[in-house]
């Protein structure tokens, strides 16, 4: 093998160190999505948090659950009642862009379970409303700290997952030539199939392990 295909390939390695680097989950386009979000826009958006804040203000200076949700939407309903679509609307417009997703559909529920206790059985909804804001606040609290307790694994995934790709360019750039070896028919061959196969399937069941652990457990 040529110096060129030498190169070549050293740069395809690089490529792949590089790609490594990425997260391992697959919310790279929701990520992409929040930071392409105008400062304006998210300054608009207060959280689920103020939201809730606002409702139970609402509802304790003596306004009607309805009134509130209605408020809270910037909108009068056609009905006096309030639906599930109207919740997930509502959420929607005021939740900030790393609320979105499963923490959304459980905060609408939550919501949906206060208005129909409220509406069916007569409970306070204030009650109800101070209930949500805790599990709420449970829930920010718990995904914060999942966050910091799968920080550190993720760098080390990402770190050792680049270490194959870096030692073979360390070893062109040392004159050691791994490359022309892995191209070689027989004994460089059979290692680079069985390199590349361990890799792949090790990356492949981090990326399972990673996902499986850091699933959203819906009955939190």
Same mark, same amino acid.
């Given at each position: 093998?040529?110096?060129?295909?030498?190169?070549?390939?050293?740069?395809?390695?690089?490529?792949?160190?590089?790609?490594?680097?990425?997260?391992?989950?697959?919310?790279?386009?929701?990520?992409?999505?929040?930071?392409?979000?105008?400062?304006?826009?998210?300054?608009?958006?207060?959280?689920?948090?103020?939201?809730?804040?606002?409702?139970?203000?609402?509802?304790?200076?003596? +306004?009607?659950?309805?009134?509130?949700?209605?408020?809270?939407?910037?909108?009068?309903?056609? &009905?006096?009642?309030?639906?599930?679509?109207?919740?997930?609307?509502?959420?929607?417009?005021?939740?900030?862009?790393?609320?979105?997703?499963?923490?959304?559909?459980?905060?609408?529920?939550?919501?949906?379970?206060?208005? +129909?206790?409220?509406?069916?059985? +007569?409970?306070?909804?204030?009650?109800?409303?101070?209930?949500?804001?805790?599990?709420?606040?449970?829930?920010?609290?718990?995904?914060?700290?999942?966050?910091?307790?799968?920080?550190?694994?993720?760098?080390?995934?990402?770190?050792?997952? &680049?270490?194959?790709?870096? &030692?073979?360019?360390?070893?062109?750039?040392?004159?050691?030539?791994?490359? &022309?070896?892995?191209?070689?028919?027989?004994?460089?061959?059979?290692?680079?199939?069985?390199?590349?196969?361990?890799?792949?399937?090790?990356?492949?069941?981090?990326?399972?392990?990673?996902?499986?652990?850091?699933?959203?457990?819906?009955?939190?």
């Amino acid at each position: 093998m040529n110096d060129e295909t030498a190169a070549w390939l050293a740069a395809m390695m690089t490529a792949f160190a590089c790609l490594a680097l990425l997260p391992l989950r697959g919310d790279t386009a929701a990520r992409l999505k929040a930071m392409s979000v105008k400062p304006s826009a998210q300054s608009d958006r207060p959280g689920l948090a103020v939201l809730i804040a606002s409702l139970l203000a609402y509802v304790d200076n003596g +306004g009607g659950l309805v009134e509130a949700f209605e408020e809270a939407s910037g909108r009068r309903f056609a &009905t006096r009642e309030v639906t599930r679509e109207r919740v997930m609307v509502m959420l929607e417009s005021r939740c900030l862009p790393q609320e979105q997703g499963p923490t959304l559909t459980i905060m609408a529920q939550a919501l949906m379970a206060c208005y +129909g206790l409220s509406a069916i059985l +007569g409970c306070r909804a204030s009650d109800g409303l101070r209930t949500v804001a805790a599990m709420q606040k449970r829930r920010a609290a718990l995904d914060e700290a999942r966050e910091k307790a799968f920080a550190v694994p993720k760098a080390t995934i990402r770190l050792l997952s &680049t270490l194959p790709a870096l &030692t073979i360019i360390m070893g062109e750039f040392m004159g050691a030539r791994p490359l &022309t070896f892995l191209c070689r028919s027989g004994p460089g061959t059979i290692c680079l199939i069985l390199g590349v196969a361990f890799y792949v399937i090790g990356l492949v069941w981090m990326h399972l392990l990673m996902n499986d652990l850091g699933r959203e457990n819906p009955w939190i």
